[in-house]
């Protein structure tokens, strides 16, 4: 099955401590991006990567890392500077040749205590 | 991007269609309005978008006033695994140099009432 794919779908972590949110794609779309979701809230992207090797800070970047070492995955880091890291958190990714369908993973649900 | 409005939450017998408004009077020219809906706890997906003809797919039609400063997403048989939250938003179609992602407001609340 074509799809993106994220895991786990509950991360429990202590406080203090970096945890990294896994996403794989295998539709060959060179672009990938993370968002953040807060109860009863839009969406709020945090980084996203057009193209491997290369990614840019969205809107709520802080706290947050990525890498692109390879077109199929965009691994997301939530390090212990981000103040509120409790969310849900979705992974995404578009054919850049099409208009701006995104097709989403089913999301990692992270609780920091 | 364009800012959109749409209602906070909208009921619909099970059956009939829903028909979900979304406001956009500042859009310009070339920005596309598109529509994705999250069932609770899921990733968002995408519906269908348009730039000013009505489109149709297999899950919905979307109806652009001729003055593209509103539209109206129906879903024609609306079933209870219909009840979600339908995000109405506008840009363009191909990233132009700026952030490259979606801006998802707080959309619409569709609950769909056996």
């Known amino acids: 099955d074509g799809g993106i794919t994220q895991s786990p779908k509950y991360l429990f972590r202590k406080e203090g401590q970096n945890v990294t949110l896994s996403c794989e794609q295998n539709l060959n779309h060179d672009a990938m991006y993370w968002y953040r979701q807060d109860p009863g809230q839009g969406l709020r992207l945090i980084y996203y990567?057009?193209?491997?090797?290369?990614?840019q800070k969205g809107d709520i970047a802080e706290g947050y890392s990525v890498s692109r070492e390879k077109k199929e995955s965009f691994p997301l880091t939530v390090t212990s500077a981000q103040k509120n890291p409790t969310a849900f958190y979705l992974c995404?990714?578009?054919?850049?040749?099409?208009?701006?369908?995104?097709?989403f993973g089913p999301g990692t649900r992270l609780t920091v205590t | 991007d364009a800012k959109t409005t749409q209602p906070t939450s909208m009921d619909c017998a099970e059956g009939r269609a829903a028909n979900l408004p979304c406001n956009h009077s500042?859009?310009?020219?070339?920005?596309?309005v598109y529509w994705y809906r999250q069932i609770h706890s899921q990733g968002p997906q995408y519906i269908i978008h348009?730039?000013?003809n009505n489109e149709t797919n297999e899950m919905a039609s979307l109806i652009i006033t001729e003055d593209r400063k509103s539209s109206t997403l129906i879903l024609p048989h609306a079933t209870l695994r219909d009840t979600a939250v339908y995000y109405c938003?506008?840009?363009?179609?191909?990233?132009?140099?700026?952030?490259?992602?979606?801006?998802f407001g707080k959309g619409t609340h569709l609950i769909i009432q056996p």
């Open positions: 938003i506008v840009r363009l179609p191909h990233s132009g140099g700026g952030a490259d992602g979606l801006t």
């Open positions: 990567s057009q193209i491997v090797n290369d990614f």
């Open positions: 500042t859009i310009s020219g070339n920005e596309y």
């Open positions: 348009g730039l000013k």
């Open positions: 995404a990714s578009r054919d850049i040749t099409g208009t701006h369908e995104q097709y």
